[in-house]
């Protein structure tokens, strides 16, 4: 029998938009807080409060991608990614609550990290999209897009 990769465990039931879209979010949301920073740093200093609104939004894709991974049965195989990215989003707060040196100075590396793992989320949910369509065109469920 042939051993099935858990994030494509029971691709009849589909991946929920909202995990898809939470999943697609976070990347872009980390990508406009290095920018913030980037423009707070070197051009207005106002932007810090963009970069700190950015960083609240973005609690609601990471708690989404853990708690979809933890409630809904075919998505338990993100629960690793899911779960790193959520550690790594909390220590990204803890080390910019902190405001001394030493812990800001870790900041932007967490946040690397953190981008990291969210885009790994990104690509095994896209993976799992794609194969979720390939099956559906193998059961003659969904016709390939050339044949529309």
Known sequence: MDKIHDTLADLSGGTPVWFTVAACIL???????????GLALF??????????????????????LLTGSLIVARLRGFG?????????YVGQVILAAGSTPPLLWLHPFNGTLLFGAASIVLFKVERRVAAGKTARIHQGVERPIADR
């Open 27 to 37: 990347p872009v949301g980390i990508l406009g807080q290095f920018l913030s920073a």
């Open 80 to 88: 690793w990614w899911a779960g790193l990215t959520f550690g790594l």
């Open 43 to 64: 051009s207005d200093s106002g932007h810090w409060g963009l970069h700190a609104f950015l960083g609240g939004a973005l609690f609601i894709p990471v708690t989404s």
